[in-house]
């Protein structure tokens, strides 16, 4: 065998030997263990193996993108941590990569990997943001998708599957608005629960009392609710995989403990479910809701309570709102009666505090939560002012 092949770096503490190859621009290195001929055997097989594998790599005329697509989606779905053997992509970073590599292929709709230009990308980048433009909406969006695509199409370009472009000018992002969080005002809150109907008052009490997530409210067990305490449990339902926090997989293993008042425990009883869930749909029988049916139902609610506020509360504007308005009304209103940041952010399920305070928190409530810190710091170190030389009496 070639010298050129064999490392003459030996692994302390072990008796085997690093072999090396090389095929176009990608290196690869194994040890192997045995006797020469034993090694030489199990070199021979695994370079097989590399060359088998690279030739689905080479760029040609009949790679298409659906081929590139599942390629990179599976990569995705089983990169591995060297160290911990964890996944590298979480769930919810897969389904992203997924969303934008459709819309690529539904607005750009490339076929042959080999044809794809530098162009079919910076027309998607025009697309994406003329829509965002005509939408009246800032470019998140466009800068998520960008991110996503550039990311796979380099991975594409190392992996041999897609011919190097140079998309070094449209790695730029593009200026996105400040966030603007608007919560529910009193009045708001009270009409909506007014004039909703029985489970969608029950759905809004969910989310201002405990500021859970839709897929969350929808996804509330009978089974998880202490009656007595009023503890509930926010957790999938192993029993169905379909449904709820289930369907959104990155919440599945977050399950965290909330607190529902005596009158929320009172509205669910009222309902008297079929089960296993709180929330059932009108329908016969009873199904449950999930991520389409759940925001149908919650507009067609709020279309009745705008109805009822225009012929029953005079000089009064009407209410527009999404579901997920009760939880950032949650929030804001969790700090405004003196709870820690901290506490508000871990109650609600979010890793970091930052996550809080950029997108579910009041500005006017940060301002004055701040001069509210400000004032109690000031009262602290009153004593010191009055004591420095030449302080006036």
Known sequence: MPSKYISSYKKPGRTGQRYRKQIGKRRYEKYFYGNKEQREEQYKKWVAKLVQDNKERLVDGSKTWNFFKEKFLTYLRTAKDKRSGLSLFRPRTVVEYSYALEHFQTLVKPHYLNDLTYEDVAAFRRENKAKADDAATDYYGVNKDMGCLIRALEWGMTEGYIPVIS?????????????????????????????????????????????????????VLLSKIDFNTGLVWISANEADKHTGIAFWRVKRDKDR???????????????????????????????????NNFSKAWSQNLAHVNKMIIRNEADTPKIDCTYKIFRKTHTTMMLKVGAPEKDASV???????????????????????????????????????????????
């Open 347 to 393: 109650y609600v399920g979010h890793a970091d505090t930052q996550v809080t305070e950029e997108h579910y928190l009041d500005p006017k409530v940060l301002k004055a939560q701040q001069e509210a810190k400000q004032m109690e710091h000031l009262e602290k170190v009153k004593k010191y002012l009055s004591k420095l030389p030449g302080t006036l009496k």
């Open 257 to 291: 403990p909330v607190y529902f008042p005596p009158d929320l425990l009172a509205d669910i009883k009222a309902l008297h479910s079929p089960g296993p869930y709180v929330l059932m749909d009108n329908s016969k029988p009873p199904k449950p809701y999930n991520v």
């Open 167 to 219: 998309l070094d000018s449209l790695k730029k992002r593009l200026e996105v608005s400040k966030v603007v969080v608007s919560v529910l005002q009193p009045w708001q809150m009270d009409l909506i629960l007014k004039y909703s109907n029985s489970n969608m008052r029950v759905a809004a009490k969910m989310g201002y009392y405990a500021g859970l997530r839709p897929e969350e409210a929808y996804n």
